[in-house]
């Protein structure tokens, strides 16, 4: 039933899975890092939400795109790693969304890498590589915060290629050490149709939209499912077309088409 769940939307590798049990099971004393790759869109971050919300896993997200070298403007690794001192000894999953936004297409794993990605890489190799980081704190201190228990997840679209791998990792800049530490890597595909469509019918954002305003949820529901079968082949940003599309239906008074009834009545606390 668990494996029903989480695969509802995406068809995940059943050894993906196993590692999140593997992890939940020997309470964070065994840490398979993985690498995570598919199309944008495909229900990545989604994907693995839903295997921690099943698993009752500790969630944390943080923008590798956003990330610069420790000491330069912007977010370090230090500053994005700062949820963890709220987890506790809590067994918590990292996502790195955006990983591949570290390294510059087609180097070859050499110092033609530019020095701030290059610098963020080695960053997460120490925090790999210990038990223990820095993290920032209260009052811009830094404090320490064990990651023993700690699983990460990176992942990116890597140009969108299929069947990313090891080999094909290093040649596009993944440190050789990395990929010593982070040896797993698991491809998933562009969400099918079927899927999306049950995912507007689970949408937690939409249920919240028709509470606030009111309205009937299964004609919502019908009504953007429609809008996502006719977008579906030339859409291009995934799961994320959802969001979009259940805001812009109650932001335009209930409608996407001119198929959609122009007019509806929400007998609200708000106005369209």
């Not at 964070?28 to 009752?56: A, E, M, V």
């Not at 800049?173 to 990395?178: I, V």
Request: proline share 1%; with cysteine; charged share 25%.
């Amino acid at each position: 039933m668990e494996q029903n769940k989480i695969n509802k939307y995406q068809a995940t590798s059943d050894k993906m899975v196993k590692i999140f049990d593997i992890f939940k099971a020997s309470e964070g004393l065994l840490r398979p890092h993985f690498i995570l790759t598919g199309p944008s869109g495909s229900g990545k971050s989604y994907t693995i939400k839903q295997i921690c919300k099943i698993k009752k896993l500790n969630y944390i997200e943080i923008n590798a795109a956003a990330l610069t070298k420790e000491g330069m403007a912007g977010n370090s690794l230090s500053k994005a790693l700062s949820p963890l001192n709220e987890a506790g000894n809590r067994l918590t999953v990292v996502f790195v969304d955006e990983f591949d936004k570290l390294f510059i297409s087609g180097n070859s794993n050499d110092s033609k890498a530019h020095e701030s990605t290059t610098g963020v890489q080695n960053e997460f190799l120490k925090v790999l590589e210990g038990d223990s980081t820095q993290v920032f704190g209260d009052y811009g201190k830094y404090v320490t915060v064990k990651t023993s228990k700690v699983l990460f997840v990176f992942a990116g679209a890597f140009n969108n290629e299929d069947n990313i791998n090891l080999q094909r990792l290093q040649d596009i800049g993944l440190k050789t050490e990395f990929l010593g530490r982070v040896g797993l890597v698991f491809n998933i595909e562009k969400l099918s149709l079927e899927a999306m469509l049950e995912m507007v019918n689970d949408s937690n954002e939409l249920k919240m939209y028709c509470e606030l305003y009111n309205t009937e949820h299964a004609k919502a529901v019908c009504d953007i499912q429609e809008a996502i079968k006719n977008t579906y082949k030339e859409n291009q940003i995934g799961a994320r077309l959802i969001s979009s599309l259940v805001t812009q239906y109650f932001i335009n008074g209930g409608k996407l088409s001119d198929s959609v009834v122009e007019n509806i009545e929400f007998k609200n606390k708000l106005k369209l």
